[in-house]
């Protein structure tokens, strides 16, 4: 089967747009250095949600990023967001963002999807519970408030889990809706490590989407 035409054009005009090279943006993704030349051209036809992902990733962009129609990414630019707090698994702190005092910036591209909404970055400082995200990663967000909508089924979250003397263990975590309408924090470790799933409590905050990830160089 042909890959549909948008998610080449997509990566096309994403790779043109980030100013890295096919190359480094397949080493960055830690991938044969010719994939993203050869999802472009056609010769892989049939790129795995896997691939894709480990792209994206790269890239500081979703997977979502390379489905969407092209025109919704033709004004993709970067901006500056600040980074209000870390994900800390294990980890109790006062608030779920840090004081403003202690806000920094970082640029990340822009998001067409969210353009009256306030986005902001999180710090991964602990990745041990995490396949996905690397210690010292940036997320880029959007509380559940400003979204105006309820969590989904499959998608990632800003978990707010709060202890008996009012403190906050900060998680990123997927959220799975079982049949019955209870909702569960999925962790899926770098090591296969099996971590059992969380059930969504009263003492449990759903506090922002995750909207985009990225990965600075060392």
Not at 94 to 122: C, G, L, V
């Amino acid at each position: 089967m042909t890959q549909p035409s948008p998610v080449r054009d997509n990566l096309r005009m994403l790779a043109q747009k980030s100013g890295m090279s096919k190359r480094a943006i397949c080493r960055k993704a830690g991938l044969s250095e010719s994939v993203v030349k050869d999802i472009i051209s056609g010769k892989i036809q049939s790129p795995t949600v896997a691939t894709l992902g480990k792209i994206a990733t790269a890239m500081g962009l979703e997977v979502t990023d390379f489905l969407a129609s092209p025109h919704n990414n033709t004004k993709r630019t970067v901006t500056p967001l600040p980074i209000k707090g870390e994900v800390k698994t294990g980890s109790f702190q006062k608030a779920i963002i840090w004081h403003e005092d202690n806000w920094q910036e970082e640029i990340f591209p822009s998001d067409p999807r969210f353009p009256s909404q306030d986005r902001f970055a999180m710090r991964i400082s602990d990745s041990s519970m995490s396949e996905r995200y690397n210690k010292g990663d940036l997320i880029a967000c959007v509380t559940l408030f400003d979204l105006a909508e309820l969590p989904e089924n499959g998608r990632r979250y800003i978990i707010a889990n709060k202890n008996s003397q009012g403190e906050f263990e900060i998680m990123c975590r997927e959220l799975l809706i079982d049949q019955t309408g209870e909702q569960w924090l999925l962790a899926k470790s770098k090591d296969d490590t099996p971590y059992p799933p969380i059930k969504v409590t009263d003492d449990i905050t759903i506090y922002a989407r995750v909207t985009g990830h990225w990965r600075r160089e060392d």
